[in-house]
């Protein structure tokens, strides 16, 4: 599988799939997670669209740079930027989810000519008071020095019993199991420095940009993730181009909880945002 190698030797493991001549598409996974999440969907996907999937730096097979502010949302976006250049795609659609959807709404903030649509799953635009940003950046280096103390295991079990996840009780037993083995295959160095680059602590708070962002945007949020769906109402009152889904039965991982749910809603999106290419 092919490494894209940044000009100072960080290295962003991809994949792609769907043929050259198709209008692209890059998905970017959450916290603790890899490509692997987006599997089923970029499959289905791939049928139209030319998808590109990447590990984040510190997750997976990328990268883990010693600075963390290297895995920040400026440096990642601007890597970002020049691997879907490198494959021919100067303007793509971009879908994230959590992590992933915040730095998703990041990129499409700094760089809204580079996109023909966004998709943002259970995503933020920060914490807009200065004192939250504080204590959650504290937080997150609490959590940081725990993952490099207690290890990865204890992480995969302890993230699992978090109420953000009770939707994966629902999960097949397989998925499940996939979930945790995905979190537990991580590095404690990775996620210890994602969490200090790239936490929702140190994520600019992008709320005062929403109104000029004119980019077509989708907002997914499971309708029993209640503090993620108040925030994507707001988001959508906020946004000129943008339209809310909340899928049913499903808590922070619509893509995971209601896969064929959340697929349609992509796929009709991407559809509807094409003509304007």
């Known amino acids: 599988m092919p490494w894209f190698e940044a000009a100072d ?30 599997d089923a969907l970029a499959a289905r996907l791939a049928e139209r669209w030319r998808t590109v999937r990447v590990d984040l730096y510190g997750h997976g097979r990328s990268s883990i740079p ?24 100067d303007r793509f659609a971009l879908l994230g989810y959590s992590m992933g959807g915040r730095l ?24 807009g008071d200065a004192a939250e940003r504080a204590r959650r950046r504290a937080d997150d280096e609490a959590l940081a020095a725990a993952i490099e103390t207690r290890g990865v295991e204890w ?23 996939a979930v945790r083995a995905m979190r537990a295959g991580q590095s404690a160095r990775g996620l210890a420095q994602s969490l200090r680059g790239a936490g929702t602590g140190v ?26 769906a108040a925030i994507n109402r707001r988001m959508a009152a906020a946004l000129p181009a943008a339209r809310l889904v909340t899928v049913p039965e499903s808590g922070h991982t619509p893509h995971l909880e209601q896969p064929e749910r959340f697929t349609a809603a992509v796929a009709a999106h991407l559809a509807a945002a094409a003509p304007f290419l």
């Open 9 to 38: 030797g960080q290295r962003l493991w991809y994949q792609v799939e769907g043929a050259d001549d198709r209008p692209a598409v890059l998905l970017l996974h959450g916290f603790a997670q890899t490509a692997a999440t987006f």
């Open 155 to 177: 992480f995969a079990d302890w993230w699992a019993s978090l109420p953000l996840f009770a939707g994966h009780a629902r999960l097949d037993p397989a998925v499940r199991a």
């Open 104 to 127: 998703a709404l990041d990129f499409a903030c700094r760089r809204p000519g580079r996109l023909w649509a966004l998709v943002l799953e259970s995503a933020s635009p920060g914490l």
């Open 203 to 228: 994520q600019a708070d992008w709320w005062p940009h929403l109104a000029r962002l004119a980019v077509p945007t989708l907002l997914v949020v499971g309708a029993d993730d209640a503090k993620y």
């Open 66 to 89: 010693d600075d963390p502010a290297r895995l920040g949302w400026e440096p990642t976006g601007r890597d970002l930027e020049a691997l879907m250049g490198f494959l021919g795609a």
